[in-house]
């Protein structure tokens, strides 16, 4: 007992952007209520909802001190966070999706491993649901992994680890503001893994505990699952960012980035963004710079553009 009353002793702030999730955010707000850490703020962002998004995150400030809400005109999940961040009061921030929720000790988890293991960043497991079917993505353990901040690098494309999700992590809010690392504004897509990256390049060491915490609730009307979102190619600016950030480091995450970046140009070759001999000319360039390990059909694809673009581009149109 006085081990974890010691652990508790540090406000945990808790930021969880909020748009148009009538359906979920009452479970995922309840789930955060019933934290067996106590010491938390929970600031939750508005985004613009148009539904009675607002109205339920309203009930929870009315009877219980530690929320409040900022209400903010629609501008994106990563401005949001950013809000979040520039509110926040704590030593250690969370970040938790608005239509997702968490167990129990989801907080208490976090914290022990972050402040037991000397660590800037903790990281946990979690659960995917869909459909109502719920299953564990790694293990049940409990086994905690302390490493460098290179090697912490290369396991963010790992899909047996945590990956670059933010919500199985806890930050230090000194080393974000310390190093001004905010969410960039306009990317929609990608922008947590760019940020785990630029916060673990920033950090010596991470931790990790084979114990799953979150439930990830995947949705019709996610922006994940939103073809209208990716049609903007808010995520090529991500991985571009990621790619100049990820150049003084060597090893897995380097290559992931480097082939995704590559096979994802190749693929929108004579589509939406890329359909006019300049654009195509800049974007095979950009391709071939890259170095990356194209598929057989990207490899074919890019060569037809390069040999044939009055044709392809007359087919793709």
């Known amino acids: 007992m006085i081990a974890q009353e010691k652990t508790q002793t540090d406000l945990v702030s808790v930021i969880i952007p909020v748009y148009n999730i009538e359906s ?106 869909s459909a109502d079917i719920i299953e564990v993505h790694s293990d049940k353990t409990e086994t905690v992994v302390t490493m460098n901040s290179n090697e912490a690098i290369n396991l963010l494309s790992h899909e047996s680890f945590y990956q670059g999700y933010l919500w199985n992590k806890i930050f230090e809010r000194k080393v974000i503001i310390d190093n001004d690392l905010y969410f960039e504004p306009e990317i929609k897509i990608w922008e947590d893994m760019l940020f785990c990256l630029k916060y673990f390049a920033h950090i010596e060491s991470v931790s990790y505990i084979h114990k799953p915490i979150y439930y990830y609730v995947q949705r019709e009307g996610s922006a994940m699952n939103d073809p209208s979102i990716w049609n903007q190619y808010t ?58 390990k194209l598929s057989f059909k990207h490899r074919v694809k890019m060569k037809l553009f390069k040999i044939l673009p009055d044709i392809m581009i007359r087919i793709y149109r």
């Open 24 to 129: 979920y955010v009452r479970k995922c707000l309840e789930s955060i209520s019933k934290q067996s850490y106590k010491n938390m703020e929970i600031l939750i962002i508005n985004d613009g909802s148009t539904d009675d998004t607002g109205v339920i995150c309203g009930e929870f400030v009315k009877k219980d001190e530690r929320f409040r809400v900022i209400h903010k005109n629609n501008s994106g999940v990563s401005d949001s966070r950013n809000q979040g961040i520039k509110g926040a009061k704590g030593k250690y921030l969370v970040f938790v999706d608005g239509d997702d929720y968490v167990a129990e000790d989801y907080i208490s988890t976090l914290v022990r491993v972050i402040k037991c293991n000397t660590a800037e960043v903790g990281c946990a497991d979690y659960y995917v649901e």
């Open 235 to 292: 995520h090529w600016k991500a991985l571009e960012c990621m790619w100049k950030e990820v150049q003084p480091f060597e090893g897995a995450f380097k290559e992931y980035i480097r082939n995704f970046y590559a096979n994802d140009l190749a693929s929108a070759l004579g589509k939406r963004k890329v359909c006019d001999k300049e654009s195509i000319r800049k974007s095979i360039k950009k391709i071939r710079s890259l170095h990356g």
